[in-house]
């Protein structure tokens, strides 16, 4: 899911989406989410690292 997703304005209009919308809502509150653990190391990329990993994407 985007995270720009978790923005939006839900408008419902009547009776039937609205006990749809509830629905959804108890599922996923009953879900358990899953712990991951991270395999891989990640480390943050700063200025020219970036521009280097990105030259060959230029048009």
Avoid: P, W
């Amino acid at each position: 899911m985007a995270t720009s997703s978790i923005f939006r304005n839900v408008s419902i209009r009547n009776k039937h989406l609205a006990k749809s919308m509830l629905r959804f809502l108890e599922k996923a509150q009953a879900k358990k989410y899953k712990e991951h653990t991270l395999t891989k190391s990640c480390r943050e990329a700063k200025g020219e690292e970036i521009k280097d990993v990105l030259k060959d994407f230029k048009k």
